[in-house]
T-cell receptor, first 116, second 113 residues
Framework: DTGVSQDPRHKITKRGQNVTFRCDPISEHNRLYWYRQTLGQGPEFLTYFQNEAQLEKSRLLSDRFSAERPKGSFSTLEIQRTEQGDSAMYLC??????????????FGQGTRLTVV | AQSVTQLDSHVSVSEGTPVLLRCNYSSSYSPSLFWYVQHPNKGLQLLLKYTSAATLVKGINGFEAEFKKSETSFHLTKPSAHMSDAAEYFCVVSESEYSTLTFGKGTMLLVSP
């Protein structure tokens, strides 16, 4: 399968612990996005990269959150000092951006985080 | 700023009857619009995409949507519902090639036999 891959699929952590999620995009895609989805809501934008550059961050992304995309390939999303409000599904998506077009995004199955 | 309003949180239909999921958008530019579907425990899947070409867009699994600029709407339709269509549907807007995707809150489609 050459789709977007996320790891782990599920994570249970204690409040105050740090967690890190990984996303492997579709190989030729230059854009990578992170979204967060809570129950009953649509996905909310967190941040995105074009190649290795982080181009935009949502105000939802507090200082406890950091994302990287070294070498423009896979990406990691780290949450430090987790809080119960961080419990959500974290979605990664990728797209191929070409000039003059709005790309469609392909989503992974997400990482479900539960903070206890 | 771009935004999307999905007018119904739940829609119930019987198998074989038409489906209508309503979406209104707000954008300062000529937007691109998408519909995604999310089945339980599955990833979001793109149904169709509008990008300023034909206003009637055909997607996968018999779904289509019509872009109406005067009404700022992008409603999703299907002539005949199938049990496998039961899922959550998201209307999504992106007002330029430099914008990210903004999702609506979703409409849960329930299909009864």
């Amino acid at each position: 399968d050459t789709g977007v891959s996320q790891d782990p699929r599920h994570k249970i952590t204690k409040r105050g612990q740090n967690v890190t999620f990984r996303c492997d995009p579709i190989s030729e895609h230059n854009r990578l996005y992170w979204y967060r989805q809570t129950l009953g809501q649509g996905p909310e934008f967190l941040t995105y990269f074009q190649n290795e550059a982080q181009l935009e961050k949502s105000r939802l992304l507090s200082d406890r959150f950091s994302a990287e995309r070294p070498k423009g390939s896979f990406s990691t999303l780290e949450i430090q000092r987790t809080e119960q409000g961080d419990s959500a599904m974290y979605l990664c998506a990728s797209s191929l951006k070409v000039v003059g077009e709005t790309p469609e995004a392909f989503f992974g199955q997400g990482t479900r985080l539960t903070v206890v | 700023a771009q935004s999307v309003t999905q007018l119904d949180s739940h829609v119930s239909v019987s198998e074989g009857t038409p489906v209508l999921l309503r979406c209104n958008y707000s954008s300062s530019y000529s937007p691109s619009l998408f519909w995604y579907v999310q089945h339980p425990n599955k990833g979001l899947q793109l149904l169709l995409k509008y990008t300023s070409a034909a206003t009637l867009v055909k997607g996968i699994n018999g779904f289509e949507a019509e872009f109406k600029k005067s009404e700022t709407s992008f409603h999703l339709t299907k002539p005949s519902a199938h049990m496998s269509d039961a899922a959550e549907y998201f209307c999504v807007v992106s007002e330029s090639e430099y914008s990210t995707l903004t999702f609506g809150k979703g409409t849960m489609l329930l299909v009864s036999p």
